[in-house]
């Protein structure tokens, strides 16, 4: 089911108004690789065993602010997609690029990509960040937006940081929504031309940068850390305002989008991280090419689902990047449960294979 047709006819702020905000001359790395790429990280793939490339889809968390035996041991064995830094690894700034470093040379080959929340306020690890909030930043001119965003992403890169779980592209919506502390503004319009903004001013940083939380946490109240929220809300309306910020980003050639813990009653029960209507609507409707990752797959929304189940419904859905912050299984456990699926022909080696290639072309 496609929303494109209605796009013309639409009042909000049409695909040309959105390129009308961007910095001319600023390039965006897309998915599209030439075709001699293409066939380099394809063969590269078929190269690997098949646990090392069901591990390609896998975030992970580490403990402390220097990388253990066990951690370390671990990254090697698994060697994962990507590594998620959360609160508890960040101590001094010579410890946090000590921790990335080993982090990286755990796999000198293809090091993991390693990753952080930095929205600034509310969402911070680093203390040391040159932008403020999104709130904050969603009342001056775009091209302070950009300004800032570029100086946060050379901060981040002189860590080492791979990705940026960020900007927040949810519209708060109302004073009560989950988001409020959290989001450029209330209007989807503003937030979408902040958005592009943003994504515009991070550009060439070296850091990869993911809008969240799509399909848009805007409207909610209950917070997916605790519990599944529900996005009561008819497909015309999401298309020309939640989505909006989303679209623009995808036209503006954003690498990663991040599905959040939300149950949109458009779509089905399923939150939108495992559903199969959620991942559509981004490949079909929106165009999106690049890498869908999951919100952290240990959050209270999905405790009513058993975490081998959860691998079952992300990869089924469509996902790249399945990331854990908190899980009820080990990193391995989780990996060797979706071989073993690969293996009864449950699931087909080129569906991992397919995600596997747009990880990698992040890196």
Request: glycine letters at 10%; hydrophobic letters at 50%; charged letters at 20%.
């Amino acid at each position: 089911m496609s929303f494109l047709p209605g796009l013309a006819a639409s009042g909000r702020m049409s695909r040309r108004a959105v390129a009308k905000v961007m910095l001319a001359g600023t390039a965006f790395v897309r998915m599209h690789l030439p075709a001699a790429a293409q066939e380099d990280v394809m063969a590269r793939i078929r190269a690997m065993p098949l646990r090392e490339r069901v591990a390609r889809m896998f975030m992970v968390p580490v403990t402390g602010v220097s990388l253990g035996d066990s951690d370390a041991a671990m990254l090697r064995d698994l060697r994962p997609g990507g590594v998620i830094l959360v609160g508890e690894n960040f101590g001094t700034p010579e410890e946090v690029r000590a921790l990335v470093v080993a982090i990286h040379a755990t796999n000198p080959e293809l090091p993991p990509l390693v990753a952080l929340d930095q929205e600034g306020g509310i969402v911070s690890r680093i203390g040391d960040d040159p932008a403020p909030d999104a709130p904050t930043m969603g009342t001056l001119p775009l091209d302070e937006i950009a300004r800032l965003a570029r100086r946060r992403a050379e901060m981040l890169a002189g860590y080492g940081f791979d990705v940026n779980f960020a900007p927040v592209a949810d519209v708060a919506f109302s004073s009560d929504s989950v988001m409020a502390g959290r989001a450029f503004g209330s209007d989807p319009e503003q937030v979408a031309a902040d958005v592009v903004a943003y994504l515009q001013g991070a550009a060439g940083s070296g850091v990869r940068h993911c809008v969240k939380h799509f399909p848009g946490h805007g409207r909610v109240a209950v917070d997916s850390h605790e519990a599944l929220p529900t996005l009561t809300v008819d497909e015309a309306t999401w298309w020309e305002a939640d989505a909006l910020p989303f679209r623009a980003a995808v036209d503006a050639g954003v690498p990663m989008v991040m599905l959040g813990h939300l149950a949109a009653t458009m779509w089905g029960d399923l939150p939108a991280s495992l559903s199969p209507r959620a991942v559509e609507a981004l490949r079909d409707d929106l165009g999106f090419s690049g890498v869908i990752v999951t919100d952290d797959l240990g959050m209270g929304a999905l405790s009513g689902w058993g975490a081998l189940e959860v691998v079952d419904l992300a990869v089924a859905a469509g996902v790249d990047l399945l990331l854990y912050v908190i899980a009820d299984e080990e990193p391995a456990a989780l990996v060797d449960h979706l071989v073993a699926r690969v293996e009864q022909g449950v699931v087909a080696e080129e569906r991992i294979d397919a995600s596997v290639a747009r990880v990698m072309a992040l890196s």
